[in-house]
């Protein structure tokens, strides 16, 4: 699907610049920083820093097949309705950015939280099915979300307090389009469906996924 490619793609280019210029730590001038974000107008910070995974290294490529698997694959059954799966993935950017920073959390690892935010959604609209996780054992889908909590814990030592959270704003997200709270804005829906040549370019990339898709 073309907004999980393009993210994918951009996280590893940005993740191998700072393994080969800044001794495998993110670029600082991609992280979410708030002071040059508003004082020197480096607007794109609040979105690079989702770029992040995580330092080059296996949490990092696990972080990744969790984002192709899960992510893909809301994207495809979204793909008559792209409109709705890129507003998810905006409530979520935002949950974490504004909760995170009113709670004066860190923000190093956005696209590993994220993640976890997608997994719960996807584990939601998929309850009650089989998952196979790295072919040691299966559970249901709505444990996953939880398997995907120790695995941060064992990872890294520490609580995964963030990651806890994306799964908070997974929940928020996934009840508030049940009940119909959350939509794309008509604005959003009509250019998509439009005759510019971006929503046109668009439109066959989705088309091109629509004839192959098959629900996961």
């Known amino acids: 699907p073309p907004f999980t490619k393009l993210y994918l793609t951009l996280s590893f280019g940005a993740t191998m610049m700072g393994y080969l210029t800044n001794k495998n730590q993110f670029p600082s001038i991609l992280s979410l920083e708030w002071k040059p974000t508003f004082q020197r107008l480096q607007i794109w910070r609040p979105l690079t820093a989702f770029l992040n995974f995580g330092p080059f290294g296996m949490f990092y490529f696990l972080t990744a097949h969790f ?71 299966t559970t249901r889908a709505e444990l996953l979300p939880w398997i995907f909590l120790a695995q941060t814990f064992l ?21 508030f389009k049940t009940i119909g709270m959350l939509q794309a804005p008509a604005g959003l829906v009509q250019w998509y469906k439009g005759d510019s040549e971006l929503s046109k370019a668009i439109r066959a990339r989705y088309k091109e996924i629509a004839a192959d898709f098959v629900l996961q």
Not at 96 to 114: A, F, I, S
Not at 155 to 170: A, C, N, R, T, Y
């Open 155 to 175: 990872l890294e030592g520490e609580p995964p307090v963030l990651d806890f959270l994306g799964i908070v704003f997974g929940h928020i997200y996934h009840h």
């Open 67 to 137: 984002l192709w698997t899960y992510m893909s694959t809301l994207e495809r059954m979204n793909h008559d309705r792209p409109y709705d799966f890129w507003i998810m993935i905006l409530f979520g950017c935002l949950c974490m950015v504004v909760g995170y920073g009113g709670m004066k959390l860190p923000t190093r690892n956005l696209g590993h939280n994220l993640s976890t935010f997608l997994v719960y959604v996807w584990s939601r609209y998929h309850e009650g099915a089989q998952v196979n996780i790295f072919e040691l054992f």
